[in-house]
């Protein structure tokens, strides 16, 4: 991830993610591969993966990076629904 691009756009809204793929550190997580967001296709390469709860329910937030821009995405289990929250210009 690139930690030297201060410049966020905050997005917040929903997005496609049509492909995901899976690691595999002790047990087996899944991870966004390529998102659709305003008539464009993002292929991502690399991402961090955190847990939050929210009382009862739990959200995924994924930092992820295609090698050029930096993405923070929260997947929400209940609704099945991905949000693009920002990215890095």
Not at 22 to 37: A, C, D, I, W
């Amino acid at each position: 991830m690139n930690n030297f691009k201060n410049d966020r756009v905050f997005i917040n809204q929903e997005v496609n993610i049509p492909e995901v793929y899976f690691k595999n550190e002790g047990q087996l997580k899944s991870f966004p591969r390529r998102m659709e967001f305003s008539g464009r296709e993002y292929t991502f390469m690399d991402g961090l993966r955190y847990l939050v709860h929210r009382g009862a329910q739990m959200v995924q937030v994924f930092d992820m990076t295609d090698g050029s821009r930096d993405y923070r995405l929260h997947f929400n289990a209940g609704s099945q629904s991905w949000t693009l929250v920002d990215m890095t210009m």
